[in-house]
């Protein structure tokens, strides 16, 4: 088992910044992707950028490209999503997910693990 745990959300003013954080926990190695995704109301979850743990490869979706970086520190076994030039419609619940094997995907149901979110709100 692997436990995540989301931090750094909050409220925002457009043209903001903030920093989300992952930790993860348990039966860590190297051998995971990880990822973010969010879920504004009434959406459907989407991906917006994943890394692999070992390689370090990254991908992102276009709407974050040039604002949003992920970033790893393996030492802290942490995940970070720095997001600049926030949008208002970048308002969602931001989850933190892990897959094993150091493919990254887009796709939510390859992600065998989840944090439990975090709100981030841009206001415009």
């Known amino acids: 088992q692997v436990q995540l745990v989301e931090s750094g959300g909050g409220l925002v003013q457009a043209g903001g910044s903030l920093r989300l954080s992952c930790v993860a926990s348990?039966?860590?190695?190297?051998?995971?992707?990880m990822g973010w995704f969010r879920q504004a109301p009434g959406q459907e979850r989407e991906f917006v950028a994943g890394?692999?743990?070992?390689?370090?490869?990254?991908r992102s979706t276009d709407s974050v490209k040039g604002r949003f970086t992920i970033s790893r520190d393996k030492a802290k076994n942490t995940v970070y999503l720095q997001m600049n030039s926030l949008k208002p419609e970048d308002t969602a619940v931001y989850y933190c997910?892990?897959?094993?094997?150091?493919?990254?995907?887009?796709?939510?149901?390859?992600?065998?693990?989840w944090g439990q979110g975090t709100q981030v709100t841009v206001s415009s």
């Open positions: 997910a892990a897959k094993a094997g150091t493919v990254l995907s887009q796709l939510s149901d390859r992600y065998d693990y």
């Open positions: 890394i692999s743990w070992t390689t370090g490869n990254t």
């Open positions: 348990g039966r860590t190695s190297s051998s995971y992707a």
